[in-house]
């Protein structure tokens, strides 16, 4: 409806959300201003969407593979595997069941 995609900087209505979006990018900027030179604009930098922030991956388990061989099954928390393929569960360093 009319309205609705009004530019946040001038108030021209654009009609949808990416005309508004196109028009937000040069709306206020002095005239000949190329796109391609500019460094920022009011909503930072162009092509920036969703970027992740650096060291934002998930730290590695401490202790996926014990001294005797035997490994952590991932996804399963407490579930290890050991060498001959037996399944058993440990919490911390003891063992809980090692029936398999």
Do not use: I, M
């Amino acid at each position: 409806p009319p309205g609705t995609w009004l530019c946040r900087t001038c108030g021209s209505d654009c009609g949808t959300s990416q005309a508004r979006t196109h028009h937000e990018r040069t709306c206020g900027q002095p005239e000949g201003t190329d796109e391609k030179t500019k460094e920022t604009s009011a909503f930072g930098p162009p092509g920036v969407v969703g970027k992740k922030a650096k060291g934002s991956k998930k730290p590695a388990e401490p202790q996926d593979k014990d001294a005797d061989g035997s490994f952590r099954v991932p996804g399963y928390r407490g579930v290890w595997v050991n060498p001959s393929g037996k399944h058993f569960v440990k919490a911390g360093k003891e063992l809980l069941t090692e029936d398999g």
